[in-house]
């Protein structure tokens, strides 16, 4: 850390150093406002609901500009530079998908149990160096020479512009630095997947999305090993050959948006072990849960059909998608389930959970219009959740 020092400050006194995750080399162009650099904040016509920075007035403490110097390198999302020999961003490896990181008991446990073995990357050229380390950092070259300069991979090249006495940061310069790494053949580790229900499955990084579901969509995608990202599975053998203790907690993280706008935050925490009999009970409350959404689905769409014109069963079935559409009774579902999985998810009683699943399906069913009123009819609707939810009908 001594040796390195001065390569971790933004504006460092010998000139002949680079400042930290920046580009001296950049060729004389306008400066940009200091907002336009961390992605959640609006800057030009690009606006967001709850920020209200201006172009021009915005300024950020170093610390908080430091941080999202690293942020920008993997979260830069894509769009115009404004420059003609480079006019446009490309979209940093993990903009809009599903980050999986791990959290152990402390910090060295952390570190750890998100190291990505060498061996991971196709072609390993030595020495494989972090990019404040490099003496060149944007030399051409499409895939990383190992763990350390991936993750430091260099998608933007930046410079902070300040004046003297300035204990702030109000512009910058920025153009594209290395492009993305291929995929085929530097496989993320990080990203979580899935896989598509074509006769030939295909496994595709997940897009963060702000979704009722995400808990459920993404513990999915980790419990299953063809699809759960590969820093989980390093982090399992890693805990097995070591004998280091196995409880974590595994974070799934993501920007939803498009086309260089972010639209909110997924931040899914879910604590974690390594034991196969823990994922398998994981497993079997997930089957669960999906089969309470079947059987909301079912029901509420004889709902609908109750209040759609009697006469051609096209006509009626085209009707009764209007009042499915506003009820969204698949989106409240599985909102009306959170609370209880953020209590199950560590203890994982299997009976209470089956007892919230058919509690979500009752509460939101009895929300809707067409539900039954009189307590005969309540009665009926909680015998027939709890029969379909336990036993799966062919229909």
Known sequence: L????QAFELFPEDEAQRPFFQCTDMPTRSTSPINKLPIHMASGDTVTFADHHVDGRARLPFDEVARNLVATQFFGLGGLTGYSKAPSFQG??????????????????????????????????????????QADPWREREIPDGPLDYLTWPMRRVKLVIEDGDTSCRDFMWLPGLDRPDTKTCPDPYLLAAMTHDK???????????????????????????????????????????GMDDKCVV?????????????GAVDVNVPWSFDNAWQSEKLAMLALAKQGEQVVRRISYGYAMELSPKGDPKVQGDWAKKPIKSWDIQGRYWASLIPDWSALRSAGNTDAWGNAVISAAYRELLALGNSPAGTDGKINLMKRLR??????TST
């Open 200 to 242: 030939k499955p295909v496994r595709y990084f997940l897009r963060a999305e702000d979704d009722n579901a995400n808990w459920y969509n993404y513990l999915l995608s980790l419990l299953v090993s063809e699809t759960r990202s590969p820093i989980v599975t390093y982090a399992e053998a890693f805990c097995r050959e070591t």
């Open 387 to 392: 029969q379909e939810v336990y036993e799966p």
């Open 251 to 263: 974070r799934a993280v993501g920007v939803p948006g498009d086309k260089g706008r972010v639209d």
């Open 92 to 133: 940093s490896p993990w903009a809009y998908h599903v980050v999986t990181m791990l959290t152990g008991q402390n910090l060295l446990q952390t570190i750890l149990l998100n190291y990505v073995p060498a061996e991971h990357f196709a072609a390993i050229n030595e020495p494989d160096l972090p990019t404040w380390e």
């Open 2 to 5: 001594n040796r390195w020092r």
